[in-house]
Structure formats: structure tokens, C-alpha cells
């Protein structure tokens, strides 16, 4: 098993589009889409990355995008998706876990199932963001204390996304033809 970044567009758009349609479901309106849309930019801009987990006949078994914090000490595990014919065999435990022997990471959830699931990746200082039901939780490579000493984590917002697509018709329709056909062809890293 091999870890690798993606760096090619079309490879890249197939993955986050199959993570953002898997975290999201498809039945999520406008929610994957924007995540696309907000993402890609974050690619562009080099502040996320999206990697896999390849087998041996190097198909792909498991996809994870990464955001960086703004201080580029850590990164903040955005979204996690196997693909559906590849799951219950390990393969996002095995990636996380190896992403975490190197990578001060944290993962943010409001799913106390969700919680524990990632403390058995690793995940072991949990901590509560005020006024909320978020729990954000940081791996052993992480320095960070407290919620107040982790520094922010780069992201988009997706009110700006919606309004962007709302101003722009052919914005909106360029990012839904790119999530499609990303959906399409990831049907090939399989």
C-alpha cells in the first residue's frame, strides 16, 4: 500500500468530488457543490491537499482532503470517504493512521460516534468549542493544549460560494459540470 498526493486537475476533481458527494450524500442540495467549489479554490491557493491510499496494482482504496492551518504546522483532516465497493476493509483507518505517524492533524466533529471512531485513529486529546457541540480532537504529533493555542485553519466561506453562484449563472454551471464529470471519471481510479 502506497500514500500519495494528487496532484493531477482531473484526478483531483474526481476525488474531492467523490468525497465531498460521500460525506454529503447526494440527496444533500447545494451543500456538495459548494464544498467543491470552496475546496478547489483552497487547492489552487495550495492552503488543502487531497491524498490517497493506492493498493499494490495501484488502484485507489481510500481519499482524505487535508486542510493546512495557517501557521503550515498541521493540518486539519476536512474530509474522509473510501470508495463504496472498497469499504469495511480498513483502508481510511489506514490511511489516517499513517498520515498521523507524520502529521500533526485534528479532526472536527459534532458526532459523539464520529468522536470515538477517530479516537481509535489516533485522535486522543479531545476538546469542546464554546457555545457549540463541537468537539475538535488532536493526534499525538500535535503540540496544541487547548483549543485557544491551535491556530485557525484555513477555509472558505461557503455563504461567499452561494452568493458567487447566485451572481454568476455560468459560475455555478462550470462548477456542477466539474463535479459531474469528476464523479465520472473517478469511477476509473477505482
Keep these: 500500500m502506497k500514500i500519495s498526493y494528487i496532484t493531477d486537475a482531473q484526478d483531483r476533481d474526481a476525488c474531492l468530488a467523490m468525497l465531498c458527494a460521500s460525506v454529503f450524500g447526494r440527496e444533500a442540495g447545494l451543500a456538495p457543490l459548494v464544498e467543491f467549489a470552496g475546496v478547489s479554490r483552497l487547492l489552487e491557493q495550495e492552503s488543502a491537499r487531497i491524498v490517497a491510499l493506492f493498493d499494490d496494482s495501484a488502484r485507489l482504496c481510500s481519499v482524505a482532503l487535508l486542510t493546512l492551518d495557517v501557521e503550515g504546522r498541521g493540518v486539519a483532516l476536512r474530509l474522509l470517504a473510501t470508495p463504496e465497493k472498497k469499504q469495511g476493509r480498513g483502508y481510511g483507518r489506514r490511511l489516517v493512521t499513517r498520515l498521523g505517524e507524520s502529521t500533526a492533524m485534528r479532526v472536527t466533529t459534532s458526532d459523539p460516534r464520529l468522536e470515538a471512531f477517530f479516537t481509535t485513529f489516533g485522535f486522543e486529546r479531545w476538546y469542546r468549542h464554546a457555545d457549540s457541540d463541537l468537539r475538535t480532537g488532536f493526534n499525538a504529533r500535535s503540540s496544541v493544549d487547548s483549543l485557544e493555542q491551535a491556530p485557525e485553519v484555513v477555509d472558505f466561506q461557503s455563504d ?11 459560475l455555478f454551471e462550470r462548477h456542477k459540470t466539474r463535479f459531474a464529470e469528476g464523479l465520472e471519471h473517478f469511477t476509473t481510479l477505482i
Design 160 to 170: 461567499a460560494v452561494l452568493r458567487a453562484f447566485k451572481r454568476d449563472s455560468s
